[in-house]
């Protein structure tokens, strides 16, 4: 009897035991549901103090270049506003055409580079370039042409082809303004 009243004892015991751990842990995992949508809380507030700093960022930014443009826009109105001195100017004289043998139509160079709105053109000129396409063609194309003496055909296509290439870049020279 004893031993069955021991038993029943520690069988009760036993019982009010796990139904406390039970317990115990169903507050536990109240107070870590807790704790976690208070962290979840934590985290969306500093998502939205981040957000609320970028929108304060880009206002920023905004009302800087908009003093920005209206700053640069004064500085060109004053700009504007002041009369521009020209310090240097630079201008080339052309030999005008006379009866005189020693003006051959080039330009009399008085140490300047600049003419009264126009610049002295430099580099090949479309004669010379006319010239020489005109004669390498020529020559291949007579002695293409000429099957019986090549040389000779060469000689004369080069001829006839860089007095034609002369001829058409002399009149582009003319168009452009760099001879008269």
Same mark, same amino acid.
């Given at each position: 009897?004893?031993? *069955?009243?021991?038993?029943?004892?520690?069988?009760?015991?036993?019982?009010?035991?796990?139904?406390?751990?039970?317990?115990?842990?169903?507050?536990?995992?109240?107070?870590?549901?807790?704790?976690?949508?208070?962290?979840?809380?934590?985290?969306?507030?500093?998502?939205?103090?981040?957000?609320?700093?970028?929108?304060? &960022?880009?206002?920023?930014?905004?009302?800087?270049?908009?003093?920005?443009?209206?700053?640069?826009?004064?500085?060109?109105?004053?700009?504007?506003?002041?009369?521009?001195?020209?310090?240097?100017?630079?201008?080339? &004289?052309?030999?005008?055409?006379?009866?005189?043998?020693?003006?051959?139509?080039? &330009?009399?160079?008085?140490?300047?580079?600049?003419?009264? =709105?126009?610049?002295?053109?430099? =580099?090949?000129?479309?004669?010379?370039? #006319?010239? *020489?396409? =005109?004669?390498?063609?020529?020559?291949?194309?007579?002695?293409?042409?000429?099957?019986?003496?090549?040389?000779?055909?060469?000689? *004369? #296509?080069?001829?006839?082809?860089?007095?034609?290439? &002369?001829?058409?870049?002399?009149?582009?020279?003319?168009?452009?303004?760099?001879?008269?």
């Amino acid at each position: 009897m004893k031993n *069955i009243l021991l038993t029943g004892l520690v069988s009760i015991f036993m019982l009010t035991a796990c139904k406390k751990d039970n317990q115990v842990a169903e507050k536990s995992l109240e107070q870590q549901k807790v704790e976690f949508q208070m962290r979840q809380l934590e985290i969306e507030k500093q998502k939205l103090a981040i957000e609320k700093e970028k929108m304060a &960022y880009e206002t920023q930014k905004k009302a800087d270049s908009i003093a920005e443009v209206k700053k640069a826009k004064s500085e060109a109105t004053a700009k504007n506003s002041k009369p521009q001195v020209i310090r240097e100017t630079k201008t080339i &004289y052309r030999d005008r055409e006379s009866s005189s043998s020693s003006s051959n139509g080039t &330009y009399a160079d008085n140490g300047n580079s600049a003419s009264q =709105g126009t610049t002295q053109k430099k =580099g090949m000129s479309k004669a010379a370039k #006319g010239t *020489i396409i =005109g004669t390498v063609g020529g020559a291949a194309a007579g002695a293409i042409i000429s099957k019986k003496n090549r040389g000779l055909g060469a000689v *004369i #296509g080069g001829v006839v082809g860089g007095a034609t290439g &002369y001829t058409i870049g002399r009149a582009g020279d003319r168009k452009d303004g760099r001879v008269q």
